[in-house]
């Protein structure tokens, strides 16, 4: 079936550690998107790619980054700069078509120690 | 600044019932407005798509309806089951999904 994969579904991490969430998809489409959902809050937009190796800063890009090399892939790094990196964290991908219909990963939860 | 609202954080509703969430905006002309749902731990799921220039959109027990003069959008749920218990997000879209604003969701119980 076809989908989008997050991994790892829970990661803790220490202070000062860099941590890289894995985004794969199989939808074959161009779009990809991270967000960040925290309690009582919306969705907040970190990073977005539309194209392979491109990719732009969303509203709260400060202390991530990503890549984009292949089309299947986005990875996001949360670095030691993110101030307060606990958080439910979302990929998204798009077919950039009529609909503008996000598919989302099951989410990674990320707790700092 | 761009605001979106959704009206309350949670509702709890009798089964069979029709449930009713608002999602209200301020400062924006959106293109147009989706509805999610989202379960504990889980990514939203799409429901609906409702265009700038649409007022009404239905799919099995949803409605959506999209009033750009009051800048509100209203999602109903009829003869609603326990398994509509989650959360429920609207977005808003300017343009692209690089500029997808999403309210903070409204937790719908669904009592038997």
């Known amino acids: 079936d076809g989908g989008i994969t997050q991994s790892p579904k829970y990661l803790f991490r220490k202070e000062g550690q860099n941590v890289t969430l894995s985004c794969e998809q199989n939808?074959?489409?161009?779009?990809m998107y991270w967000y960040r959902q925290d309690p009582g809050q919306g969705l907040r937009l970190i990073y977005y790619?539309?194209?392979?190796?491109?990719?732009q800063k969303g509203d709260i890009a400060e202390g991530y980054s990503v890549s984009r090399e292949k089309k299947e892939s986005f990875p996001l790094t949360v670095t030691s700069a993110q101030k307060n990196p606990t958080a439910f964290y979302l990929c998204?991908?798009?077919?950039?078509?009529?609909?503008?219909?996000?598919?989302f990963g099951e989410g990674s939860r990320l707790t700092v120690l | 600044s761009q605001k979106i609202e959704q009206n309350s954080e949670a509702l709890n509703i009798q089964e069979g019932k029709t449930a009713t969430l608002t999602c209200n905006y301020t400062?924006?002309?959106?293109?147009?407005l989706q509805w999610y749902r989202q379960d504990p731990g889980r990514g939203p799921v799409f429901l609906l798509l409702?265009?700038?220039?649409?007022k009404e959109k239905r799919k099995e027990r949803l409605k959506v309806t999209f009033d750009t003069t009051l800048k509100q959008s209203l999602f109903h749920i009829t003869a609603s089951q326990p398994a509509d218990s989650a959360t429920y997000l609207c977005?808003?879209?300017?343009?692209?999904?690089?500029?997808?604003?999403f309210g903070t969701g409204t937790r719908l119980t669904v009592i038997p």
């Open positions: 939808l074959n489409h161009d779009a």
């Open positions: 409702i265009r700038e220039n649409e």
């Open positions: 400062n924006y002309s959106p293109a147009y």
């Open positions: 998204a991908s798009m077919w950039t078509g009529v609909t503008g219909e996000l598919f």
């Open positions: 790619s539309q194209i392979v190796n491109d990719f």
């Open positions: 977005a808003l879209a300017l343009g692209g999904a690089n500029n997808l604003f």
